[in-house]
Structure formats: structure tokens, C-alpha cells
């Protein structure tokens, strides 16, 4: 392995032994990461003594990722590369650790692993040790934008990060494992919608190891022409790489490397100087290795090298086998670390300055650290859409078409930078956001006919059928620091539940290294919600993410319920401003009836909550709480009835914009302190709180509050199907009748109501469901129902 005879190829003789010389470098310290606490260049035998006592790590896929890691430094010195390198198989950080330690970059990074014996004993000690770094690439881990714990969305990230940057180049490694799983199996057709003129190129590597944890991939085991025939079919043009000898491989890739680079040069030359606009074949390579290349080759008469067996730690119990110690010091000397580090454990000038200089290194590229590329959104004055409050409730407006028109402005306002976008599952123009694609286009590479409209090459919105690449762009997108938005059907966000976990915990690491610079917030506008699925049923009804985001930390999260269109502008104002959260924004697209004039909206979403006073009176004996459009209606509703039929009782209503503000200030940022909580909500004081989602949401929310106990709360409770708007509120008792009667149950003085207010409450429903049942829509008296006019 370390003789590297002369092959044939682009790379001189000592340019080949260099490079392999490098590789044994970034593997001897892969491999010394997971093993080694001490003696890290071998100066003596390894004891026990130096071994760490708990053997965590993946070295299976490492060895390919630092092949890949010492070819781009080639290519980017010599073509001047920005290049990005995303790992799909994160568990491979050891060797991205050790690459950008090679390269300087950690230790400009992390000053304390120092270019010597004892910044490389801390390299090794630190990797999986408590409180050190983590085995995945990482937040901590220099160059990356992406975690790869979670396997599935490397190329999607890849893609994200190469929209718009005309100049970036993104290699991608996708696990053959990796490549299994729907989000990655999806995300090749990214490549009809990335634009050779105005966007970078995406470089797939599919790294056919051949193995996963415990079995062989997929595409390992299919004939290579059908792998190659899967690639062609997907738009790609395959390019293969195969074997195991390292000096034939360096040339190889070398070539083959040589070969893809041209042809992007070649199809962004078409694009750029020639006029293309044709949607063309991007170069991927194939790369068939053998996992843990170069590791042992047997371990206790077990093949392991090119096998499943070195997904993790080859050599494992050496405390209890002095065999696999003896084995672990052959291999690691096998790299022959007295050649690439000196006496004092500094890497080979030589070898070291073949990686390349300043921004140009792969851990120092600046996209992998987007804050420091963000330029502030320009959001145009939102006032400017407001609308008109003439009598409040009066009008029925779309809220989301408002913030269309305001999305549309943000477009046009940020074109010449262009760092926004909007991402949605097939659902833009149904949300009622139509205006944003106006003018815009949707970004389109693949054939077009005369019937399709608002197609375009160089469109913004992005539109395809998996919530799973338009959260893995847009991640992509705002981790190299740009601008976005996700609109999406309320019930089916939850497909992409386990990447907004990933997401927020990326972001909830990135607080806490300095320098990781702050990013765009992702912001997500569900519409389509819960509670207007009048034709689509059971199967489009779940309010559901808001508990799921709720989990998240709250630093972090942040979510929001505008009754109406101008709190809407207003709260996407501020999300679209904001930095480092997951802003959750419910809205419906549905006429509904408007609340709060523009100034009112805004001082209300200043505080998260507050009285509406002109549905309130003094000195209240119940508060009627509501969060969400359809639920404040129900709850304004109610307050309606209640004044009909008992005119003297006191009711204060407290509408909540910001959910997050009903915790105290303990748990979260936004939250009321308590003082001004029990203001709200006096002690004692029934309330009776209709929600847009899970009742429980605002138990768990409120449950330290000193009302708690008076809390009473209607939300969905997975009642549903295909009808009328208002009988999805009777089934789920959040009806004005209903919370009505609530109100007459708990306000003790009311007690001698309750009988004939269930009679009128039964009569109510009854008649109610008859009219349903009969015409197919809810009764005049409800449709047309309006606050009064004062
Ligand atoms: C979505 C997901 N499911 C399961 C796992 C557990 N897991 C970690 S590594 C791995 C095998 C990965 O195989 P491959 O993508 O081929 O990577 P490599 O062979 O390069 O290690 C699995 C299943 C995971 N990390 N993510
Ligand atoms: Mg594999």
C-alpha cells in the first residue's frame, strides 16, 4: 500500500506518492481518533495505556471520504475551486476532522489543536470522548453544513447550497446505504431545477462500498449497467471509478476526476457564453472502494476489510485480546506516521502545502458557514398590504394571498442579490400565494409545454412533489447563508418531522460555537389547515407539528397562530427578519373574517397575546381565550350568544398570537412573565380556551401558570371527514354553542343556567345537524354570521 509504483496517469510519479502520502496521513489520524488517547505518533509500542477505554467510531466509510478529501484539494488548487464537500455518511467524521486538521483549518479554528505531538494526542483524545467533539461530521466540524447522523439528505443539502451560487462547487459523497432511503432516492431529480447559468454545480459521488451496518447495499448488488442505466435515467451522465490499489487509483481518479471537471466547465460555458438553455447531463461518479480500505484485512480469521464488519470499529475488545492490540499497532504503523509527521509531530511542510491556501481549504469555505455571507433580507414595508379595517369581522379576506402580495415585494426586492426563496410541495398557488410565482417564475429545467405556466429556467419559487426536497434545499439554501420560506399542507408537514428535528438541532449546537456566524431562520407557513379540509377529509386534518416543534428547544423554536391577515404581515415581517429559529407559521387560506387594523395587529404581536378589547368587558367573571383564525371566530361567536342570553355576565377576550408566550419565562424566551400572566388570566377566573390545534398543546403549555386549574380547552381531538367547515367544529366541540355553554358550566354564579343552557345547546346542534345533513352546507345564520356593528 505505501509503495506507490508509477502508473500511467495525469499525476506524476511524485505528485502520486504525495498524494498517497497525504491519504495515509488524514487515515492514520482517522483511525488514531478512534483509538488512541495517547502515544499519537507511535513513538514507543502501544500498551493498553493508550488505548481509549470506550471504542466509538466509524471507520468503514472514512477511508473513501479521505481519498475524495486529498483528490479535491488537487483539483481546487489547480482549477482554483470553491468547493463545498458534503458527507452523506456523517458517521465518517474522524476523517474530515483529520482533513481539515492536515489542512490548518481546525487548528485556526480550534488554536488549542496545535500543529504538534500534543495538538494531535488532544485531536485524538477529544474525538468521542465526553464533552469532546462528536463521531459525526459536525456543527463542531469545520467546512460542514451537514450532519449526516441522519442519513437521507446530503444531496438535497448539496443542491441547496448550489442554488444561486453560480461558482460553488459541491461534491457530494451519498452512502450506498444512504442512497436507499426516500428522501435521497428522490433527490437526484434536483438536477431539473439547478440552472448551469445562475446556479453552481452538484458533483455526486456515489460511494459504492458495497455495505451498510450489517449488509450489503442495494446498488452494490445490482449489475453495473443497470446501476449506470438508474443514473442515465435519473439525467446524469455516470462516470465509474473501481479497484483497491491505491497507485492505480490515484491515477484513475485522477482522471476520471479531470474528466467531470471539464465536462461542468463545459456545460457552464454553454450556458454562461453559448446561449444553452437545454437541461444538461451533470457528470456523477460511481465509486466502488472497499469499505474500510486500507484497515485490517482479516480480523480473527474474519474477512473485514471490504465487508459489512468494518462499518464501525474493526478491532474491537483489545482489552480483553492482545492479539487485536498488536493487529491495531500493525495497522496504524502500516501508514508509516515517522514519514509524514517530524520529530515534533508536525505534518511534512511538503505534504502540507499541497492543500490548498486560505478560503480555498474545504474546512475554511465560507459557505460552509453561511452566516458570514448573509445579507439581510430587504422586506418592504409590510404596512403597505395591509388591510382596510372597516368594521371589524366585516370583511372576508385570504389572509395567505396578502402575504403573497408581500412574498411577491420580498422577491422583487432582493432579485439583484437573490438570496430568497420559496419552496413548497406542489401547493403555492393553492395556498393562495400565487403572487410570489407572478413575475417570479418556478424554477424549471425539464421539457415544457403550451400549456404550462409560469415555467422558467431562472424561476424562484421551487415546487416539487416531496416535502422532503423542499426542506432539504431550503436547509441547504439558509446554511450557506440565503433566505427562505416552506408553504405547506398543515397535515403533511409532518413528512419531514425527523429533518426539522435534525435542523433544530443543528441550530441548537450552532449557538453555542462562536464561530458558527447566525443564519436565516427557517420559516414555515402551514396552510391548508385542520380546520377547512372541506373536501379533502379525515386524511388532510392533523394540527399535529405544532406539538412536534414544541419538543424542540426553545431557544430555537418559535410558533405562531395570526387570526387574520394583517397579524399575518406582521408576524411574517418579523420571521422573515429573524435569525438561528424554526418560525412555525399557522394561517389559513380560506375568506375569513378580518380583526385588527394594521396598528393593532402590530402592537398585538408585539406582546404575543393580549385583550381584544373591543370584545371585552371590565372586571371579567371568564375569559374566552382563542388561538387561530377559525377558533377566534368560534370564540367571538360564542361571546355573541353569550350576550344574547346572559346579557349581564362579564367577559374579557384574550386572543395569542405567539404560543410560545403562554410558558413562563423560565422555559421559554418569549414567555409572559408570570405577573402579567395572572393579568391576563386572574386567578380563579374560569377560562374557556379554544385552540387551533391539540388541547393538550395548552395544558402543557400553561401547566405552571397559578390558573391552570381554570383552564378548560377545546381543540381538535381527531374527529373529522369530508363536511361542512362548521360541523368540523361541532365534531370536535369547538363550536360557538358549545363553547358557550362551556362558559355557563363554569362560572359558578351561572349554575342555575346550566340545564336550560344544555336544552338550548342539544336544540342548537339538532338543528344544526338536520340542515347539514340536508342541504350539504352550514346554515345562513352561521355562514353569515358577523361581529356587530358597534
Ligand atoms: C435514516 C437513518 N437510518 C439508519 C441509520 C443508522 N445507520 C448508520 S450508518 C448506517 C449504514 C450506512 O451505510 P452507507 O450509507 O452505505 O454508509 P457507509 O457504508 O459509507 O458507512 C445506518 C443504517 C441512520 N444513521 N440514519
Ligand atoms: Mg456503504
Request: aromatic share 8%; net charge negative; charged share 20%.
Amino acid at each position: 500500500m505505501n509503495k506507490v509504483t508509477a502508473v500511467q496517469g495525469p499525476l506524476s510519479a511524485e505528485q502520486l506518492a504525495k498524494m498517497n502520502a497525504y491519504w495515509r496521513a488524514a487515515n492514520y489520524l482517522s483511525v488514531g481518533q478512534i483509538y488512541l488517547k495517547d502515544n499519537p505518533l507511535l513513538e514507543r509500542p502501544l500498551t493498553l495505556d493508550d488505548v481509549k477505554p470506550r471504542l466509538l467510531g466509524h471507520w468503514g466509510t472514512t477511508p473513501g471520504l479521505n481519498f475524495l478529501y486529498v483528490h479535491w484539494n488537487r483539483l481546487i488548487r489547480e482549477r482554483e475551486l470553491n468547493m463545498l464537500y458534503v458527507i452523506g455518511p456523517g458517521h465518517g467524521g474522524p476523517g474530515l476532522v483529520a482533513n481539515t486538521y492536515l489542512e490548518g483549518s481546525y487548528t485556526e479554528i480550534y488554536p488549542h489543536i496545535e500543529q504538534n505531538r500534543d495538538g494531535i494526542k488532544r485531536l485524538f483524545r477529544q474525538f468521542s470522548w465526553p464533552y469532546g467533539i462528536p463521531s459525526h461530521v459536525a456543527p463542531e466540524t469545520p467546512g460542514s453544513i451537514h450532519e449526516g447522523g441522519e442519513l437521507g439528505y446530503s444531496l438535497v443539502h448539496a443542491y441547496g447550497a448550489a442554488f444561486d451560487n453560480p461558482d460553488l462547487i459541491v461534491a457530494c459523497v451519498v452512502g450506498d446505504g444512504e442512497a436507499e432511503t426516500g428522501p435521497l432516492a428522490t433527490s437526484w431529480h434536483s438536477n431539473k431545477f439547478l440552472n448551469p447559468l445562475t446556479d453552481g454545480a452538484v458533483l455526486p459521488i456515489l460511494h459504492l462500498n458495497g455495505y451498510k451496518i450489517a449488509n450489503p447495499t442495494i446498488l452494490a448488488r445490482i449489475p453495473h449497467a443497470e446501476l449506470e442505466n438508474l443514473m442515465r435515467g435519473y439525467g446524469y451522465e455516470p462516470f465509474t471509478l473501481e479497484g483497491d490499489d491505491p497507485a492505480v487509483m490515484h491515477q484513475q481518479a485522477a482522471a476520471v476526476f479531470d474528466a467531470m471537471l471539464d465536462r461542468i466547465a463545459a456545460i457552464q460555458k454553454a450556458a454562461r457564453e453559448e446561449g444553452s438553455t437545454a437541461r444538461p447531463a451533470w457528470p456523477m461518479l460511481i465509486m466502488r472502494t472497499p469499505k474500510g480500505w486500507t484497515g485490517p484485512k482479516f480480523v480473527d480469521g474474519k474477512p473485514v476489510e471490504g465487508t459489512w464488519r468494518a462499518h464501525q470499529v474493526p478491532l474491537d475488545g483489545i482489552f480483553q485480546n492482545p492479539e487485536h492490540l498488536a493487529q491495531l499497532d500493525e495497522w496504524m504503523r502500516s501508514y508509516k506516521p515517522e514519514e509524514l509527521f517530524d520529530a515534533k509531530g508536525r505534518f511534512r511542510p511538503d505534504l502540507a502545502e499541497m492543500a490548498p491556501k486560505g478560503r480555498l481549504r474545504m474546512g475554511m469555505n465560507a459557505h460552509s458557514n453561511g452566516g458570514l455571507l448573509l445579507k439581510p433580507l430587504n422586506v418592504p414595508n409590510f404596512r403597505e398590504f395591509a388591510v382596510k379595517i372597516e368594521g371589524r369581522g366585516q370583511a372576508d379576506v385570504e389572509s395567505t394571498r396578502i402575504l403573497g402580495q408581500l412574498l411577491h415585494a420580498v422577491m422583487q426586492a432582493n432579485r439583484e442579490q437573490k438570496n430568497f426563496r420559496v419552496f413548497g410541495p406542489d401547493e403555492t398557488a393553492s395556498n393562495r400565494l400565487a403572487d410570489v410565482i407572478t413575475g417570479t417564475g418556478k424554477a424549471w429545467m425539464a421539457e415544457t409545454l403550451p400549456v404550462d405556466e409560469n415555467l422558467s429556467e431562472t424561476g424562484r419559487v421551487m415546487e416539487v412533489l416531496s416535502e422532503h426536497m423542499c426542506q432539504g434545499w431550503l436547509e441547504g439554501y439558509l446554511l450557506t447563508g440565503r433566505h427562505g420560506l416552506f408553504n405547506c399542507y398543515e397535515a403533511f408537514i409532518h413528512i419531514i418531522d425527523s429533518m426539522a428535528n435534525q435542523h433544530a438541532k443543528w441550530l441548537k449546537v450552532t449557538r453555542e460555537i462562536p464561530w458558527r456566524k447566525p443564519i436565516a431562520s427557517l420559516n414555515y407557513l402551514l396552510s391548508s389547515l385542520v380546520w377547512r379540509q372541506d373536501h379533502n377529509g379525515f386524511s388532510h386534518q392533523d394540527p399535529g407539528f405544532i406539538d412536534h416543534l414544541m419538543n424542540k428547544k426553545a431557544d430555537v423554536v418559535r410558533i405562531y397562530l395570526p387570526p387574520d391577515a394583517n397579524t399575518l404581515l406582521s408576524v411574517a415581517d418579523h420571521c422573515l427578519r429573524s435569525r438561528n429559529y424554526i418560525n412555525l407559521i399557522v394561517a389559513g387560506k380560506q375568506p375569513a373574517p378580518q380583526w385588527l387594523t394594521i396598528d393593532e395587529a402590530v402592537a398585538h404581536c408585539t406582546l404575543g397575546l393580549g385583550v381584544w378589547p373591543w370584545a371585552s368587558d371590565d372586571d371579567p367573571e371568564v375569559v374566552m381565550a382563542c388561538s387561530g383564525d377559525v377558533p377566534t371566530l368560534e370564540a367571538l361567536a360564542a361571546v355573541c350568544l353569550l350576550r344574547e342570553r346572559v346579557p349581564d355576565l362579564r367577559i374579557r377576550v384574550v386572543n395569542v398570537v405567539d404560543l410560545m408566550a403562554l410558558q413562563p419565562q423560565s422555559e421559554h424566551p418569549h414567555g409572559l412573565p408570570d405577573e402579567e400572566f395572572d393579568q391576563l388570566f386572574p386567578v380563579g377566573i374560569p377560562v374557556v380556551f379554544a385552540f387551533h390545534g391539540y388541547p393538550w398543546v395548552i395544558h402543557r403549555l400553561t401547566y405552571r401558570r397559578h390558573n391552570h386549574n381554570n383552564i378548560h380547552v377545546r381543540g381538535y381531538k381527531e374527529e373529522g371527514t369530508t363536511t361542512t367547515p362548521f360541523d368540523m367544529c361541532v365534531l370536535n366541540n369547538i363550536d360557538r354553542f358549545q363553547l358557550a355553554l362551556d362558559v355557563i358550566r363554569r362560572v359558578p354564579r351561572l349554575a342555575p343556567k346550566i340545564d336550560a343552557a344544555e336544552q338550548w345547546y342539544s336544540e342548537a346542534i339538532q338543528r344544526h345537524k338536520l340542515y347539514v345533513a340536508e342541504n350539504g352546507d352550514d346554515l345562513p345564520e352561521i355562514k353569515e354570521w358577523r361581529w356587530p356593528k358597534s
